[in-house]
């Protein structure tokens, strides 16, 4: 199981002994650097910058920490060591052996999903390509990095099955993964939220808190699936999300930090006197919270989807934490809530649990952001400040499912046209919002300095001090 980072292409998958394969993604490596060379992190191909790289798939010690120019990274396929024993444990086929290959009547889903997986990889590093002007210090800009190694690598891990278990339609599909690009008005990425800009580094911290948290549970959803070699890779993938998330979460609380520093300090209250003060008031990034909340658990889905009830039944795709679960695994007669609108009200009605499970996923999503928001309140509490953040109702803002268009209140109350107008400003990120979270961002180059608006991390990266020099730039 170790990575062999002998052969061009680093793998722990024998690489070689499949040279179809091997010549096949030979091919397209040099399409995706250039891809990164045009659309990943601006102005940054010369830095050398203190990365981690996977030196072995198990979970204990598997990364190398060391300077490295980002072209040279070296991306390869990693799997979680194969379960010869593993069989089918939820679905249709329970008890069967897991599949090794595509199966051919679930192909074209099985593609689909895939491919929705990997759209979401480049497409958040061309979303962050120009963050790296503005980075906060050295550290965060470390960070940024890091984690844009690793989507690229996401990347990586979503192009091997399509390459080695599609044929001729993967490899078509493995191209189109780095023609579709974020934004783009003829060719955008497929999935709403990551056609959105992260043009500030607050979005930035919120994009990694909310947005790859998704990843989390889109991904612990998938390595619970019954085509092993999915299941394998999306397990890998996990160990590497941890950290986007922690990027977000110390993030946003170094920002909370820092501002009710501030406040506390000058006696301060009133956002425009926050502002004033050169730090991010708190109802901007309440704003910025109900923003990224919303466009993300729209990521989901639809709330009853004949999708994701074929999916399951059919061993794609299982439930985050599927065999934790003590229920019968294949969910024929139970039901779940949904919020729908009946009579302008909100209100939950009963339908088939298998239609419903992007619904259950996006509960578990929720539950789990909404105990990170409580830790961020006691960077306020310790400091003395009264106010609170909130993640916003779950009919706030949607785009997707039932719930879509409708409008409503960041408390869950239904709004006219008018009223939603009238107040949204309030709600979200308005352009003034971003102007003035602009106008903040300033590159610090300094090891150990940090932009005025974000307190110092606690500790450093892989236990170095913080004014260590994470970027030599070249
Ligand atoms: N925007 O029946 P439905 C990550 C479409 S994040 C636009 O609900 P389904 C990462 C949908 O495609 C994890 N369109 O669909 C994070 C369908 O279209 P068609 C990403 C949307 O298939 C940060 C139609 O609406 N991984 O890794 O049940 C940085 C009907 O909807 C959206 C995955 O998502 C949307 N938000 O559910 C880097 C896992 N939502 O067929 C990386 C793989 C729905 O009518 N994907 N639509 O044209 C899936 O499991 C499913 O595709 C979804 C959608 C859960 C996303
Ligand atoms: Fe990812
Ligand atoms: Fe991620």
Redesign the pocket.
Known sequence: MSINYLDRIPNNVNLSEDRTLQRALEHWQPNYLKWWQEMGPESSQAHEVYLRTAVSVQPDGWAHFGHVRMPDYRWGIFLAPQDGQRKMHFGDHIGKDVWQEAPGEHRANLR??IV??GD??P??VEQQRHLGHTAPSQYDLRNLFQVNVE?GR?LWAMVYLLHRYFGRDGREEADALLERNSGDEDSPR????FNEKTPDWLAFYM?TYF??R??KF??S??SESCFDPLARTTKFMLTEEAH?MFVGESGVSRVLQRTAEVMRQRGIEAPDQVRAAGVIDLQTIQRYINFHYSVTI?????DQ????AT?YSSGL?GRYEESKRTDDHQLKDRAYSILTVTNGELKEVEVPMLNAL?EVLRDDFIRDTVAGVGRWNRVLEKNGIDFRLQVPHKAFNR???TLAGVRVSPEGIILSEEQWQAHQDEWLPTAEDRAFVGSLMGRVTEPGQFANWIAPPVIGINRQPINFDYIRFN
């Open positions: 689909r999903i929705t997986q979401t990889e497409a958040s989507e996401h497929i999935l709403g939220a994009f947005t790859d998704d990843g889109q991904l959803a998938l986007h729209d990521l989901f889905g639809a989807s004949s999708n994701a999916f795709k992007n785009q997707i499912g």
